[in-house]
T-cell receptor, first 113, second 116 residues
Framework: EAQVTQNPRYLITVTGKKLTVTCSQN?????MSWYRQDPGLGLRQIYY???????DKGDVPEGYKVSRKEKRNFPLILESPSPNQTSLYFC????????????FGPGTRLTVL | AQKITQTQPGMFVQEKEAVTLDCTYD???????LFWYKQPSSGEMIFLIY??????QNATEGRYSLNFQKARKSANLVISASQLGDSAMYFC?????????????FGTGTRLTIIP
C-alpha cells in the first residue's frame, strides 16, 4: 500500500528537550516536505527536499532542522523545542511535477510544555 | 511570492444543496497547479481535485468540480448534492516552481458544516 508514515503520532515534551519526528514514504517520491498546521493559519511549509541531500527552507523554518540522507526518509528535528512549536505536523511526499499530488502522512500532534 | 486566500472561515449548508468554496490565488509563475484537500475531524488530509494552469477545461471528480477562472485568479471548489460526510475543513493549495524552488502554499481553510 502506497503511504507516508509518521512517528510518533502524539508527543508531549518539555521545553528544550531535543526530539525527532520521523517520516517515511514507500512511493519512491523525490519531493518531501514538512508542514505545520495551526488554527486560523492553515498549513505552512517548514522545509522541503527535492532529492537526497537537497533541502530548502519553506515559510517557517526557524527552530527546525531536517535531513535527507535516504530517498524514503525525511526526519524533522527540533533541537530545542519551545511552546510556540506546539502544533499539528504533517509530512508529505510527491513526484516532482507541478501537477503531482502531495500524499500526506497521518499527522503528529506535538505539545511542548 | 505565492499566496492563497480563502475568505470564508465557515459555511453552513443544507444537506443535498450545492456549495461553492472560494479560493483566490496570486503567483507570478506561468506554470502552477491548484489543489483542494479535505480534512475531516479525524485529521487526515484527503486530496480532492487538481487543476493545472494550462488546462483548458475545468477539472471534475465525481461530485467535486473546480471552477477555474484564470484571469480572475480564482479556483473555487463546487460540491454538488452535499452530504453529511462532507462536513470538514477544506483547503485550497497552489504548487509552483519559482526558479527551481518548489513551493506549496495553502490557504487558511473553510470549515464546512452540512445541516441535515
Amino acid at each position: 500500500e502506497a503511504q507516508v508514515t509518521q512517528n510518533p503520532r502524539y508527543l508531549i515534551t518539555v521545553t528544550g528537550k531535543k526530539l525527532t519526528v520521523t517520516c517515511s514514504q514507500n512511493m519512491n517520491h523525490e519531493y518531501m516536505s514538512w508542514y505545520r498546521q495551526d488554527p486560523g493559519l492553515g498549513l505552512r511549509q517548514i522545509y522541503y527536499s527535492m532529492n537526497v541531500e537537497v533541502t530548502d527552507k519553506g515559510d517557517v523554518p526557524e527552530g527546525y532542522k531536517v535531513s535527507r540522507k535516504e530517498k524514503r526518509n525525511f526526519p524533522l528535528i527540533l533541537e530545542s523545542p519551545s511552546p510556540n512549536q506546539t502544533s499539528l505536523y504533517f509530512c508529505a511526499s510527491s513526484a516532482l511535477l507541478v501537477g503531482d499530488t502531495q500524499y500526506f502522512g497521518p499527522g503528529t500532534r506535538l505539545t511542548v510544555l | 511570492a505565492q499566496k492563497i486566500t480563502q475568505t470564508q472561515p465557515g459555511m453552513f449548508v443544507q444537506e443535498k444543496e450545492a456549495v461553492t468554496l472560494d479560493c483566490t490565488y496570486d503567483t507570478s509563475d506561468p506554470s502552477y497547479g491548484l489543489f483542494w484537500y479535505k480534512q475531516p475531524s479525524s485529521g487526515e488530509m484527503i486530496f480532492l481535485i487538481y487543476q493545472g494552469s494550462y488546462d483548458q477545461q475545468n477539472a471534475t471528480e465525481g461530485r467535486y468540480s473546480l471552477n477555474f477562472q484564470k484571469a480572475r485568479k480564482s479556483a473555487n471548489l463546487v460540491i454538488s448534492a452535499s452530504q453529511l460526510g462532507d462536513s470538514a475543513m477544506y483547503f485550497c493549495a497552489m504548487r509552483a516552481t519559482n526558479f527551481g524552488n518548489e513551493k506549496l502554499t495553502f490557504g487558511t481553510g473553510t470549515r464546512l458544516t452540512i445541516i441535515p
